[in-house]
């Protein structure tokens, strides 16, 4: 443990500040629908006390998934009738379970995964009218820029020797130094954070892979469309199709469009 303190206070010192838009930087928050940039390929690495977290480059700077919180050390609450997202530090989230991150193959780094835009989701920092500028880019997804995260308490650094972002969270535990070394797709799948307000009905459910979780009256199709190129999943293999998408394909596979 002191070797692993002593470690972590040499890279304090030997590092230098990220710049990057921050909360306090927005004279207000743009309106939803607004061109922002494209995400590219990166293999810089986002960590929250040295747990790795799936991140994108946009415009030069790192942006994450507010859903993806939910797993390093927050709680994080959506309203689908107010389109909210509210981020809370929770401290009883001392150990967290992270998401299996890999860098993308080296032919992609630097080229478009995908366009991003500013989102109509409004995005909060604990229980204040704290707001964040919130994006979207993947269906099902909000993005904030990882230097919002300073907002709810977390400490960033950007050690450029590792080609790492790494965010620092008081009373969370801290993991061994590991960077990513394979290019496979994860195969995980983000809970879908919910506020108690929310009624069943108003919930979406995402099928990201097909699997048992998929319906049966599906999975043959949606795995002809993915075989045939013609559905393709985000950079982590996710498809985000929802329960409309799937009825939408498969009516159409049964009138043979798209054939064999």
């Known amino acids: 443990m002191k070797k692993l303190i002593g470690l972590c206070a040499a890279i304090l010192v030997s590092i230098s500040i990220f ?13 939803a629908g607004v061109y922002v940039g494209e995400a590219q390929y990166t293999d ?4 929250v006390n040295h747990y790795a977290i799936p991140s994108w480059i946009v415009n030069g700077y790192p942006m994450v998934a507010v859903e993806d919180l939910d797993k390093y050390g927050f709680d994080v609450l959506w309203d689908a009738s107010a389109r909210t997202l509210r981020i809370f530090r929770n401290y ?20 478009k995964q ?21 994006f979207s880019a993947i269906q099902g997804y909000t993005f904030i820029y990882v230097g919002d995260l300073t907002s709810l308490g977390a400490t960033m650094y950007f050690v450029s020797n590792n ?3 790494n965010i620092w969270i008081d009373g969370m535990n ?13 195969t995980y799948t983000i809970p879908q954070a919910t506020a ?9 459910t995402y099928y990201d892979y097909i699997d048992y979780n998929m319906p049966d009256w599906a999975r043959e199709t949606i795995t002809k469309l993915v075989n045939k190129g013609y559905i393709v999943g985000d950079s982590y293999g996710r498809l985000r199709l929802t329960e409309e998408d799937l009825r939408y394909y498969v009516v159409n596979d049964r009138a043979g469009i798209y054939g064999e």
């Open 114 to 134: 995908c366009d991003v835009y500013t989102s109509d989701v409004k995005v909060y920092a604990n229980d204040y009218e704290y707001q964040m500028q919130g």
């Open 92 to 111: 009883d989230k001392k150990y967290p379970n992270p998401i299996p991150v890999y860098l993308p193959e080296t032919k992609l780094l630097g080229t």
């Open 196 to 204: 108690s307000s929310v009624s069943s009905s108003e919930r979406v």
């Open 174 to 186: 801290i993991a061994e130094y590991q960077r990513p070394t394979t290019t496979k797709a994860p």
């Open 19 to 31: 710049a990057m838009p921050t909360v306090s930087a927005y004279s207000s928050v743009q309106k």
């Open 163 to 165: 080609k790492a972002v």
């Open 44 to 47: 810089i690495v986002t960590y």
